[in-house]
């Protein structure tokens, strides 16, 4: 794992390196080498699996994280990149010629977090949802709850009290 | 097995028809109305869930095939960014209906794993006991299952009262027959029952005796060997290229299976091989599943005489009100009966996840390679295929 | 293919004659398993109505709604889980972090209608089928806890350290255990009621939680001006109907507001709780007494910008505080920390002035436009048994004043203290250190009427006490002192069968056959004390409506019959800290409403 | 052979439709202009109508036949459809109580709704349903169907099933065990057979409050009004 990150540092400039377990590490690259450096684990290091490609919306820094965990099944070893884009232009490059199944996460990440992969397959169809005309649903600033009450409207008839209120209210009702 | 070989080899003669473009692919038009196109659900295909198939077919051979998603998506994800770490157990477990406990496993791991908790030896015992009883409870569906997809209904009543007497045990253990909440951060929540051991290993030899009229009524089925030898072939480089992991894989000879490659739990204390097949087929998966059948049981057994008979059930955790897990992120896996079933997590420190992403073996299965594999299928076979893939949309969609 | 594979399918038949596996009537021939997650159950008695259940589903399937017959007390919100059954899941996770194990689920699963508005209820109170199931889902047994039972001990000095000096005895949490302590609680705030004072106590743990002093500091001051010293000696009931109490040991609430106040610096305090500029609005209040609740009033009424002055008889301020409690309890500058911050508010203390003395109440009356009392009990009661008229025979109260004062006090080689209190307690553990200072080793006998379990003093106290050497010995009645040749040798005493007579009025009666004695040089008495009202003038007096037990009659701001007159603290209420912080408070509203005219 | 003429100025500018379902015209084989309005064409566009019943007693054996031969949809929406296997199997086996599983709409009479429905198949469920024969029946299950249950505050599911469809027996339960579902099956044999279960009539009647719910929450509205 080691000689592997000095390998990624020189040749793509890899920072964060984090060892979690004895065989799954992380670390994050530059966005334009990310598909380089993919390119390269695949056909040098061996990594020849992709688990999988997933986007953590970290709103209160302007940005997405997108990882990108890749398998040696040989080695067995993980090792996740992360790259992180800016959310007002959330753009990335698609790796949909590498793996076949990489266009399906790119599919859902398009319709979960409006980040575009051009010239993905099949990427602006929609994918789990039909006719979404809000905001994509897993943005964090998306407010789920706020949602399914305004549309769905749950049943009425419901009314809770706080006990430290509630009592409040029965023992010392006159203290502000 | 001579004609084996011929059915491998044998390819629909498409000389006359469809019309072959320059590029010696199909040319689907619709309006050529030489294709009609089908669509295959939502409802239930079997007894995978809710999933619609676009199927371009021509005569009855499937020439395209789109799958669609989204039935039965509940937003997962974006729910667990509102619930506390504990909170997001009875939500995470119904991410895959048939196998739950995969699931709280899953992300019980992650917690501990994020949080450093140690989890008494006791508990990882039941943990895997848990975890063995459904996937032997999901094989009981799977493999006649494939059968029934075929029409053959009657090893799929069969199997269904095995896997009832399976469920019963998880009711006695966990107090629930699908939905089992059994396994939480730091531990378990209980003990074996007095007995259940016994009680279990009567419905081991049972389930045993089933596995022999198994045998007689579909693996030496003329009928069904017929249509499932050579069917669903899936070439061995799309393995690593699709992602495709668990049974299939290892119906392709690759050496794939979660509790061997990445030991946990206390699977490297138990004896078990890879169930490897070559043939890469519809049959072979069946063979492959097979033979999980018989492994569970044994390691079923195993596990019972390894097991300690008390233990402390629980880790002390922190305020489960209030949990606050440390920044971080990791990828846990586990063996589901379906092959590898990750959860990526993201922890930022606070009471609630910030991300809990499923990677369930459907995920590519269902998807990009049931698309490619229902190309010059059968139409009759198209549900055969989809189950020897272990298609789960649940999992997909989430 | 071969032959086989044709023929083997038929062995299905043999099937033909088994037995059948269908279940005749399924719906009744298959109860849930016995740990089934079927449909609620609760035990409204025990329940107390917490509501951790509610918030620890995330379906928010779980309303708290008032229950008729159901009493809203301290310790009991009144309120009891509804289940809205289209929501539930039947995780259970409210079963397990029940805190009083009353919620259960039963093993019943069967629930048809045609009504979806019929799915409601509240398990316990309406009748349902399965409410006497005995099967279903309970807490699992063994060491399966959500939140942790056991208290992040305290590190206290050993006894061998602590009992010979008045050093501080409790070192105070630090950051780690205060956190960890601070994780137990469930934030249901069943003791904000309870707590005299009201304080934010769910919301200022939440503070520790989160490390964030300041606004905890904040929140302590909103209800309670003198949080160093409640930290270390207020008497926390709420300690008592902790929700976590019920099955474990209770929040240490005390010393974790002890701890968030050690915390903060004293000069920062002005910045913190937003202090440094006040507007003065022209109005006097005077202030009799510089016990907490004079200090307390002070303090909110300096921060409604009245300008206040207290007089204090003593040459300190802090009352009882800095006289009534030893210095290993309650440490002076701990005190002088609370005060000081008080005073910085540009409230002026007049120290060494009697009232009725040196200045006159009316006179008071005339200078400022209200005056707040607050003078507590500082008159020792006697026994009145026979030879309590000996010079050796002391007040525990007036003693401890001497011991603050650095007086020197008489300290006999062999002791023995009547009272069971928490100033019996006090007085028997500063002898025994000065004891100790004097002849090396203790040789103390404390006495009370009441029997251990309903010994007023706190547990902690009495197991201290014992550590240090003391004899504690509860449940005896003093018959009369022996004295010979004008020395005390002792104490008789007779064992104590109950307290009270059936109409509740104070009566012990003895059973004089069991009688024991116990061996002393001196004897002290500890059991309670009486108020001294000699500064009000005789023509005040009269004014004054009186209430029961000799106590004067207050409204609910603790306004006297003299709309001028406000009276708090342990003349009115307790005796505590917190009682009198509360008073002062209360009576600080009081005053401002009726000095703005509100 | 048909050609078609694309984007023709006064069509239906839906911009959900699909292709097939947008209004065109067709160039027929002799050249004449075939206006086709697939929504309006292929299916019909009468308003439904509620049925009477007939008289008394008719009516009663009617009810008892309905009841005894419950067919259900196989189209399991959630979770609960895990339950519905076992059902069927030999250890409960519902075929004895009348029960039986149909592949299609047009052989049913009852639909199950087993559990939460995402908005995208409560469209097909609302099309199931429709298509089916009168006097057809609606069974819950779960938590779900009541008041939202697990995912009552997901952006994909229906809260309160009651708005969409008429039910007619709700089953408590996440999930219901097979014994609660057949207990439901019970249920609405009761409710057949005293006459109450005037589902489908209860849908005509109120077919626009039903429809402004429906169209409320599916916002790709791409079907007629009445699927039959």
Same mark, same amino acid.
């Given at each position: ?176 | ?398 | ?54 918030d620890i589903c995330e379906n928010e399937a779980i309303d708290m709604i008032p229950v008729e017959g159901i009493e809203t007390k301290d310790g ?32 019943a699963y069967n629930w048809v209608e045609e009504d979806p508005e019929a799915y409601r209820f509240t398990p316990g109170v309406d009748e349902k ?75 200022? *743990?939440?503070?520790?939680? &989160?490390?964030? $002093?300041?606004? =905890?500091?904040? %929140?302590? #001051? !909103? @209800? ?110 701990? *005190?002088?920390?609370?005060? &000081?911050?008080? $005073?910085?508010? =540009?409230?002026? %203390?007049? #120290? !060494? @002035? ?245 | ?228």
């Amino acid at each position: 794992m080691e000689a592997l990150l000095d390998r990624l540092k020189t040749r793509f400039g890899v920072f964060d390196f984090e060892q979690k377990k004895t065989y799954q590490s992380f670390c994050s690259v530059d966005k334009l080498s990310l598909v380089s450096l993919v390119t390269y684990l695949k056909a040098t290091e061996g990594f020849k699996v992709l688990v999988l490609i997933s986007v953590v919306d970290w709103i209160e820094d302007g940005k997405f994280q997108i990882t990108y965990l890749l398998n040696n099944p040989e080695l067995k070893t993980d090792i996740g990149i992360r790259t992180f884009i800016s959310r007002d232009n959330e753009e990335m490059e698609s790796i949909h010629d590498l793996w076949e199944h990489a266009p399906t996460f790119q599919r859902e990440i398009r319709e979960m977090y409006g980040i575009n992969f051009p010239g993905s397959p099949r990427v602006d169809e929609s994918f789990l949802l039909e006719g979404w005309d809000d905001i994509p649903p897993m943005r964090r600033e998306f407010d789920t709850k706020k949602y399914s009450e305004d549309t769905f409207f749950p049943r009425p008839g419901r009314k809770t009290n706080d006990p430290a209120e509630y009592m409040k209210q029965k023992l010392y009702p006159d203290e502000k | 097995m001579k004609n084996k070989l011929n059915i491998l080899n044998w390819k629909p003669d498409r000389s006359s028809f469809p019309d072959m473009g320059e590029d010696g692919k199909p040319v689907i038009s619709l309006d050529s109305e030489k294709f009609i196109k089908v669509w295959q659900g939502p409802n239930h295909p079997g007894i995978t869930g809710n999933m619609s198939l676009e199927l371009t077919i021509s005569g009855d051979e499937v020439v395209e095939s789109k799958t669609h998603v989204g039935y039965l998506h509940r937003g997962f994800e974006k729910l667990f960014e509102r619930r506390r770490y504990i909170q997001c157990f009875p939500t995470c477990i119904r991410m895959c209906v048939p196998e739950p406990d995969t699931n709280e496993y899953n992300l019980a791991r992650g917690v501990e794993e994020l949080d450093g908790i140690e989890v008494p030896e006791m508990a990882n015992w039941l943990r895997m006991i848990v975890l063995e009883m459904a996937r032997l409870q999901v094989l009981l569906r799977m493999v006649p299952g494939q059968a029934g997809t075929m029409g053959l209904g009657l090893g799929v009543q069969w199997g269904m009262y095995y896997r009832e007497l399976i469920l019963d045990r998880m009711e006695e253990l966990t107090g629930a027959r699908i939905y089992h909440m059994y396994i939480l951060p730091g531990g378990v929540r209980g003990l074996l029952p007095d007995g259940f051991k016994q009680r279990l290993e009567e419905n081991l030899v049972k389930i045993e005796g089933f596995l022999k009229d198994i045998d007689k009524l579909i693996l030496h089925n003329a009928v069904f060997k017929k249509r499932a030898i050579g069917i669903g072939h899936i070439p061995k480089d799309w393995v690593d290229q699709y992602g495709i992991v668990g049974p299939v894989a290892r119906a392709a000879g690759y050496q794939r299976d979660v509790r061997k490659d990445y030991p946990y739990l206390y699977y490297d204390q138990i004896d078990f091989d890879y169930n490897i097949e070559h043939d890469s087929d519809m049959f072979a998966r069946f063979l492959v599943r097979r033979k999980d059948l018989e492994t569970t049981l044994d390691i079923l057994r195993q596990i019972m005489a390894k097991m300690p008979d008390k233990g402390e059930i629980r880790a002390e955790t922190p305020n489960v009100l209030h949990w606050k897990i440390p920044k971080g992120e990791t990828y846990v896996r586990c063996e589901s009966s379906r092959g590898e079933y990750g959860f990526y997590m993201v922890a930022d420190g606070s009471e609630f996840p910030r991300r809990i992403n499923l990677r369930g073996p459907s995920y590519t299965h269902a998807i990009a390679v049931l698309e490619k594999l229902l190309v010059n299928a059968n139409i009759s076979d198209v549900s055969a295929i989809m189950l020897s893939l272990a298609t789960c949309p649940p999992e997909i969609e989430r | 293919m071969m032959i086989k594979d044709i023929l083997s399918p038929f062995s299905a038949w043999k099937k033909v004659f088994d037995k059948p596996v269908v279940i005749k009537d399924p719906i009744n021939d298959r109860p849930g398993a016995d740990r089934y997650r079927g449909f609620h159950k609760n035990d409204i008695e025990t329940c107390i109505g917490c509501g951790t259940c509610e918030d620890i589903c995330e379906n928010e399937a779980i309303d708290m709604i008032p229950v008729e017959g159901i009493e809203t007390k301290d310790g009991d919100s009144g309120l009891r889980p509804s289940i809205d059954y289209g929501r539930c899941c039947w995780c259970a996770l409210c079963v397990d972090i029940c805190t009083t194990t009353s919620l259960t689920l039963s093993n019943a699963y069967n629930w048809v209608e045609e009504d979806p508005e019929a799915y409601r209820f509240t398990p316990g109170v309406d009748e349902k089928p399965w409410q006497n199931e005995e099967k279903g889902w309970k807490k699992p047994e063994g060491n399966y806890e959500f939140y942790s039972l056991n208290r992040v001990s305290m590190e206290h000095l050993h006894p061998e350290e602590r009992s010979d000096s008045f050093v501080e005895m409790v070192k105070g949490y630090s950051k780690e255990q205060a956190e960890k302590e601070a994780d137990r609680c469930v934030e249901c705030g069943i003791c904000t009621a309870t707590c005299p004072a009201h304080m934010g106590i769910p919301e200022y *743990i939440k503070a520790i939680r &989160n490390d964030d $002093l300041e606004e =905890g500091l904040r %929140i302590l #001051y !909103d @209800t309670n001006p003198l949080p160093e010293i409640c930290g270390r000696i207020c008497t926390h009931k709420c300690e008592t109907v902790c929700s976590v109490g019920h099955r474990g040991d209770p929040i240490s609430i005390r010393w974790l507001k002890r701890y968030i106040a050690d915390q903060n610096p004293s000069e920062k305090y002005k910045q913190i709780l937003e202090s440094e500029s006040l507007k003065k609005n022209g109005k006097k209040v005077a202030i009799i007494g510089s016990g907490p609740a004079g200090l307390s009033a002070a303090y909110y009424l300096a921060l409604l910008g009245y300008e206040c002055t207290i007089y204090e008889k003593l040459s300190q301020a802090g009352g009882m505080m800095r006289y009534g409690i030893p210095e290993y309890r309650l440490p002076y500058d701990q *005190i002088d920390k609370d005060i &000081n911050y008080i $005073l910085s508010l =540009g409230v002026k %203390i007049v #120290y !060494d @002035t009697t009232i009725g003395k040196d200045i006159m109440l009316e006179q008071l009356e005339k200078d400022n436009d209200a005056v707040f009392a607050g003078t507590g009990l500082h008159l020792g009661r006697s026994t009145r048994i026979d030879g309590s008229d000996h010079k050796d025979v002391y007040q525990s109260i007036e003693m401890l004043r001497k011991i603050t004062q650095g007086e020197e006090v008489h300290v006999a080689e062999k002791i023995v203290v009547i009272g069971g209190g928490n100033v019996a307690m006090d007085i028997t553990r500063s002898l025994a250190r000065l004891q100790i200072q004097k002849y090396g080793k203790v040789q103390i006998i404390t006495t009370s009427l009441e029997t251990e379990d309903i010994m007023p003093a706190d547990v902690e106290e009495v197991v201290e006490s014992r550590e240090e050497g003391a004899t504690v010995m509860p449940g005896w009645a003093p018959q009369h002192i022996e004295i010979v040749d004008g020395k005390i040798k002792g104490l008789h005493v007779a064992q104590c069968l109950s307290l009270f007579d059936e109409t509740g009025n104070f009566n012990p009666q003895c059973n004089l056959e069991n009688t024991r004695f116990f061996e002393g040089d001196m004897v002290v008495e500890s059991i309670g004390q009486g108020m001294d009202l000699s500064y009000l003038s005789e023509d005040i007096k009269e004014q004054l409506e009186m209430g029961p037990r000799g106590r004067i009659q207050v409204n609910d701001v603790f306004q006297t019959s003299l709309p001028w007159l406000f009276l708090g603290g342990d003349i009115i209420q307790g005796p505590d800290v917190i009682h009198g912080i509360a008073n002062g408070h209360i009576a600080a509203r009081g005053i401002d409403r009726l000095l703005s005219g509100e | 052979m048909a050609e078609e003429k694309e984007n023709i100025t006064g069509m239906h500018d839906d911009k959900f439709l699909a292709p097939e379902n947008k209004k065109r015209i067709v160039i027929g084989p002799e050249g004449e202009e075939i206006h086709v309005d697939p929504l309006q064409d292929y299916f019909c566009t009468e308003r439904p109508q509620t049925s009477e019943p007939r008289n008394k007693t008719v009516e009663k054996f009617l009810n008892w036949a309905r009841a005894e031969s419950l067919w259900v949809l196989g189209f399991g929406t959630g979770c609960g459809s895990i339950e519905i296997p076992p059902l069927l199997s030999p250890r409960f086996d519902a075929y004895r109580f009348g029960v039986a599983m149909r592949a299609t709409p047009r052989q049913s009479s009852v639909i199950i709704i087993s559990g939460y429905l995402a908005v995208k198949t409560l469209k097909r469920a609302i099309r199931s349903y429709e298509q089916m024969q009168n006097p057809k029946f609606v069974i819950a299950l779960g938590s779900c169907t009541i008041n939202g249950g697990m995912y009552w505050d997901s952006y994909n599911t229906i809260n309160r099933l009651d708005h969409y469809l008429p039910v007619d027996v709700y089953v408590a339960g996440c999930m219901p065990r097979p014994e609660a579902i057949l207990s439901g099956f019970n249920k609405l044999k009761e409710r057949i057979r005293a006459g109450r279960a005037e589902g489908a009539n209860e849908y005509i009647t109120n077919l626009d409050w039903y429809k402004a719910n429906q169209k409320k929450i599916i916002k790709d509205w791409n079907m007629p009004d009445y699927n039959w």
